[in-house]
């Protein structure tokens, strides 16, 4: 039949409510059998038992099943009963068992657990109040922390002489009265062997501090905060004097400062004694000035124009910083005056317009040869640069040194509508 | 299989047409007629079997048939029956 019969349903159908089962009547154990085997709770089978006595004796597979579930190391325990009517017993007693079993266990591993809590707790570290504690010298006692005697600020940073590995000595003994004399710390006065100790730390401490602000940002002179923040100095010294490194610093002789090998500097060219000796190999410099020189000439005196007429006799001084102040007022007259004097020594005074301006018969000699052209950058060839000077003084920045050449400007000659750029190489 | 209507005797009848009158009381001793000789219940359970009978005719020459529907509380005495019945 390609249906199920009727008991298989049926049967089916019993599994699927096997909760609510509690009593299968008369019905023979075979009967229900598969349905036993499959409850879940012992007491639910005691209770079908109870109502259908005739399950009673060949129920013990079922017992047997639940003890093998819910009693571990059942086999190690003796699990049947004489009398087959008595598996629920055997299970109660079996299930009891175990559970205190477990109950032993746990109380076993809390106590293993609570020992080695207690073993860790002894080796943790606890706060300890001050007030047991010695504190350190220099130090107070401000209820759960220490901090030093007296908190210096920068007055006391100025005025402390950092201590000389030479004078150990003799300021500990100097340190020791001025404590006597002093009331301010707090700390009872230290015995002659822990004050030098200290001294010598604090020595240590102050040397390898400045050395190391030094190498490390190399401003001297320049204080940052985290200076101010100053280790513990004992406040007993009343010495008024700057601190020996600054003094040191100050003293010792400014270090050239190192230059730029790129940056080279101006070329000054030493003044020709016969510039009619001019020819094409002469430096561009020359051929410029020669060239503002007729230029000016051509506006000064437009009838007479000479080119390339260089003064056979020139002064000493050379003409290039002259012609450079003179440029200044050239709008006077005088100026044009000595200027045409200066160059054109060839040229019959006649020409010239003033004559009576002839009484400056040297043009003042503002600069030496060697000087920088400080004042007109337009004269100067190279004019960005200047020329390193020895330090003669404190520096006027402050001690930073200039590691790149200023911008330099187009230079612009005013005497030259159309300036060419001829930069000397 | 008779079931008489509330009288304190009950007839038995076997397959072969033998006949016995006992009193209810003695035939309810055993479950199985006990509960067939319930009005109530036989009766549900008897009209249970006619249904399952003819659901079997039905799906006779059929295959995977979805089984029939049995309540909760007719499935032990549905069981009983079945096996009773050998079907």
């Not at chain 1, 006065?189 to 401490?205: H, I, N, S, V």
């Not at chain 1, 730029?260 to 410029?288: G, M, N, Q, W, Y």
């Amino acid at each position: 039949m390609p249906a199920r019969s009727l008991n298989k349903m049926a049967t089916q159908a019993c599994i699927k409510n096997i909760g609510s089962i509690l009593d299968v009547g008369e019905a023979p154990y075979e009967l229900v059998r598969p349905l036993l085997v499959k409850l879940q709770n012992p007491e639910q089978l005691r209770q079908i038992e109870l109502n259908s006595r005739q399950i009673c004796e060949l129920d013990g597979e079922v017992w047997l099943q639940f003890i093998k579930r819910d009693v571990p190391n059942w086999d190690k325990k003796p699990h049947e009963p004489r009398n087959p009517n008595n598996w629920h017993k055997i299970y109660r007693k079996l299930c009891a068992e175990s559970k205190r079993e477990l109950e032993d266990d746990g109380a076993a591993l809390k106590a293993e657990m609570d020992r080695i809590k207690n073993e860790q707790a002894k080796n943790t570290i606890h706060r300890v109040e001050l007030n047991i504690v010695k504190v350190p010298e220099g130090m107070v006692s401000h209820g759960r922390t220490i901090k030093p005697a007296r908190k210096p600020d920068l007055h006391d940073r100025v005025m402390q002489v950092p201590p000389n590995p030479n004078e150990r000595v003799k300021r500990g003994l100097d340190g020791e009265g001025d404590r006597r004399r002093s009331t301010r710390t707090a700390a009872p006065p230290p015995t002659k062997g822990k004050l030098k100790l200290k001294q010598f730390r604090k020595e240590a401490k102050a040397i390898g501090h400045f050395s190391h602000q030094q190498q490390n940002r190399g401003q001297p002179g320049v204080w940052k905060a985290q200076d101010m923040r100053v280790k513990p100095v004992s406040v007993n010294q009343n010495i008024v004097t700057a601190p020996r490194c600054l003094i040191d610093e100050h003293r010792k002789p400014a270090s050239p400062r190192p230059i730029d090998p790129s940056i080279k500097p101006p070329t000054v060219f030493a003044p020709r004694k016969r510039r009619i000796e001019h020819d094409a190999t002469s430096s561009p410099v020359t051929s410029i000035n020669e060239e503002r020189e007729n230029r000016l000439r051509a506006f000064t005196n437009p009838s007479s124009v000479k080119k390339s007429a260089p003064a056979s006799n020139l002064p000493k001084s050379t003409p290039i910083p002259d012609r450079s102040n003179t440029h200044t007022s050239a709008s006077t007259s005088a100026a044009a005056a000595s200027l045409d004097q200066l160059f054109d020594e060839d040229i019959p005074m006649s020409s010239i317009e003033n004559s009576t301006t002839l009484t400056i018969p040297k043009p003042p000699i503002a600069t030496p040869i060697i000087s920088p052209p400080e004042t007109s950058a337009r004269d100067s060839p190279a004019s960005g640069y200047r020329i390193p000077r020895p330090n003669t003084s404190s520096p006027s920045n402050g001690g930073v040194r200039r590691t790149r050449p200023m911008k330099s400007k187009a230079p612009v000659d005013i005497f030259m509508p159309h300036p060419k750029r001829q930069r000397l190489v | 299989m008779n079931t008489p209507s509330t009288s304190p005797y009950v007839t038995l009848i076997s397959s072969d047409g033998f006949e016995f009158i006992v009193s209810r009381d003695a035939a309810c001793v055993a479950g199985t007629i006990k509960k067939m000789l319930d009005p109530q219940s036989a009766g549900v359970v008897l009209e249970k079997v006619c249904e399952y009978l003819y659901y079997n005719l039905k799906h006779k020459d059929a295959k995977d048939v979805p089984d029939m529907e049995i309540p909760p509380e007719l499935c032990l005495e549905l069981l009983m029956a079945a096996d009773y019945l050998h079907v």
